[in-house]
Nanobody, 129 residues
Framework: QVQLVESGGGLVQAGDSLRLSCSAS????????MGWFRQAPGKGREFVGG????????LYADSVKGRFTISRDDAKNTVYVQMNSLKPEDTAVYYC??????????????????????WGQGTQVTVSS
């Protein structure tokens, strides 16, 4: 099994940037597609973006496209999301998730939360106006 731990959240002002990290242990993430989700108070879990096992492909929600960038460093067993031009509506708990992907699907990115089998505990991001 793979264990995921998010870090890097905090309180920032609108327009600021943050980089969240997701550190994995137990297994190397090189065999996993990775995703970021978020959940705001009173709302359901929302897909933010994902990156394929190969790292060649990424996919973003329309709400963050052009502002957020997901990357992975398999040597460090870590996935990142760089969040720029943050808005108050980005306030949420951010979760990292992993899904094992075969070589055949190494280029696939998964946007549905039910696709993911491993989840971190989340990190809070609060953006003040």
């Amino acid at each position: 099994q793979v264990q995921l731990v998010e870090s890097g959240g905090g309180l920032v002002q609108a327009g600021d940037s943050l980089r969240l990290s997701c550190s994995a242990s137990g297994r190397t993430i090189s065999s996993y597609a990775m995703g970021w989700f978020r959940q705001a108070p009173g709302k359901g879990r929302e897909f933010v973006g994902g990156i394929s096992r190969s790292g060649e492909n990424t996919l973003y929600a329309d709400s963050v496209k052009g502002r957020f960038t997901i990357s992975r460093d398999d040597a460090k067993n870590t996935v990142y999301v760089q969040m720029n031009s943050l808005k108050p509506e980005d306030t949420a708990v951010y979760y990292c998730a992993a899904v094992r992907a075969t070589t055949f699907y190494s280029g696939s990115v998964y946007s549905r939360d039910v696709s993911y089998g491993y989840w971190g505990q989340g990190t809070q991001v609060t953006v003040s106006s």
